[in-house]
């Protein structure tokens, strides 16, 4: 069974930056995919960013230029570094992996990006 959880959300003013944390835990793990995806409320989970190896990544438009996906294989932990954030950033952030082609959620980390 493999879990994650993601870290790192909270609140931030126009233009500041978060750092997003989501560890796979479970043994013998083999995370191949990883993505960030947001969820706002009425809406349905958008992919944000993902990276199907160290060197193929994705990026949803809006955010091309200002967010950052980086994996550390070994740790099976991924990270989103999202600079200049704007209010419509705001969402609950999620993590999802592939792992053994099957795929797994986080819970979620709110960010909220408001004056």
């Known amino acids: 069974q493999v879990q994650l959880m993601e870290s790192g959300g909270g609140l931030v003013e126009p233009g500041g930056s978060l750092r997003l944390s989501c560890s796979a835990s479970?043994?013998?793990?083999?995370?191949?995919?990883w993505g960030w995806y947001r969820q706002t409320p009425g809406n349905q989970r958008e992919l944000v960013a993902d990276?199907?190896?160290?060197?193929?990544?994705h990026y949803e438009e809006s955010v091309k230029g200002r967010f950052t996906i980086s994996r550390e294989n070994g740790e099976n932990t991924v990270y989103l570094e999202m600079n200049d954030l704007k209010p419509e950033d705001t969402g609950v952030y999620y993590c999802?992996?592939?792992?053994?082609?099957?795929?797994?959620w986080g819970p979620g980390t709110q960010v909220t990006v408001s004056s």
């Open positions: 999802n992996a592939l792992e053994s082609g099957a795929p797994y």
């Open positions: 479970g043994s013998g793990l083999r995370v191949n995919y």
């Open positions: 990276s199907a190896d160290e060197y193929h990544t």
